[in-house]
Structures are given as C-alpha cells and as structure tokens.
Nanobody
Framework: QVQLVESGGGLVQPGESLRLSCAAS??????????MAWYRQAPGKQREFVSY???????NYGKSAKGRFTISRDDAKNTVYLQMKNLHTDDTDDYYC?????????????????WGQGTQVTVSY
C-alpha cells in the first residue's frame, strides 16, 4: 500500500522560506514514473492545485506559486519537495501531496494512494 507523508511545514513570517517534503513508501522504484503534485487546502474549502512535476522534467505551477515556489523530486529517496520562497500571509494553508499516473488541468489522474495527513504552513507576523 502506497503512503505519502508530508512534512516541513511550520510558522514563518512573511518573506521567509520553507521547504516541504513528501516521502512515498510502498512504491519502490515505481516512484520515478509517477506524476507528483502539491495541493493546498483551507478548512472548509476545496483543495487547490499548487504544482506538479512529471518525470523530473516537466513542471507546472498554480497562479499563486509561480515565481516563488519550486517543485523538485529525488527519485532515489522517493521524495518530492516544494521550496517556497517569499511566503505571503495568504499562503497559509495545509499542504498535501499526491501521486498518480498523470496530471491534467492540475488534477492527478489515477492516484496511487489516499491523501496523507498534510503539513500545515502558517505565515504570520
């Protein structure tokens, strides 16, 4: 059974940075072929696409992430990262990762696991 565990969130001030990690277990070497994506969600709201990476080559970002966030993956560690710079107060949310066969319009297709617990990012003075 594939499990995704997000980490790296925390409380930071506006303008600071965080690096989120998403470690996949139970997936073995298949990790490298899956599309990996990050989403954000506020309580009571729908999840919002943040970024995805396919095969370590093709990346895409949601509007709020462009120019400030960078997604990357280490297939040897079965981990995907989200480097977040110049954080704004409206970046505050819970962040989740997902893995699947592909991504269309920011939506993971054929996800290989349930959603993880997420990691909380709070940007505040």
């Amino acid at each position: 059974q594939v499990q995704l565990v997000e980490s790296g969130g925390g409380l930071v001030q506006p303008g600071e940075s965080l690096r989120l990690s998403c470690a996949a277990s139970g997936i073995g070497s298949m990790f490298s072929i899956y599309a990996m994506a990050w989403y954000r969600q506020a309580p009571g709201k729908q999840r919002e696409f943040v970024s995805y990476v396919i095969r370590g080559v093709h990346t895409n970002y949601g509007k709020s992430a462009k120019g400030r966030f960078t997604i990357s993956r280490d297939d040897a560690k079965n981990t995907v990262y989200l480097q977040m710079k110049n954080l704004h107060t409206d970046d505050t949310d819970d962040y989740y990762c997902s893995a699947g066969v592909s991504v269309v319009a920011g939506r993971i297709l054929e996800p290989v696991s349930d959603w993880g617990q997420g990691t909380q990012v709070t940007v505040s003075y």
